[in-house]
């Protein structure tokens, strides 16, 4: 019933940004979590960023102070703006919703960061 559509991704140099979208359609309402997760080539998925409905939010030691995740509840979206980005930031971004137990993605998008 959830339908997740990420935008933003592309090729930036060290040092530049970008600022990922994700907009959810579907049935969705109360309490949900949406985040932002990335696999590199050769490692597992992790969490890069996630908040809740009530705006609470959590980052990867590896993204804080660089990353910034935002949400507007009434829009079903959620935001990354990477800023600062290094070459190790290089990974499909996949977009993802979590409400009652179960969890949705986005399809994915690729960032590249290199000169």
């Known amino acids: 019933q959830v339908h997740l559509v990420e935008s933003g991704g592309g090729l930036v140099q060290p040092g530049g940004s970008l600022r990922l979208s994700c907009a959810a359609s579907?049935?969705?309402?109360?309490?949900?979590?949406m985040g932002w997760y990335r696999q590199a080539p050769g490692k597992q998925r992790e969490l890069v960023a996630s908040i809740t409905t009530y705006f609470s939010t959590n980052y990867a030691d590896s993204v804080k102070g660089r990353f910034t995740i935002s949400r507007d509840n009434a829009k079903n979206t959620v935001n990354l703006q990477m800023n600062s980005l290094k070459p190790e930031d290089t990974a499909v971004y996949y977009c993802?919703?979590?409400?009652?137990?179960?969890?949705?993605w986005g399809q994915g998008t690729q960032v590249t960061v290199s000169s």
């Open positions: 993802n919703l979590r409400k009652d137990g179960f969890g949705y």
């Open positions: 579907g049935i969705i309402f109360g309490f949900n979590t």
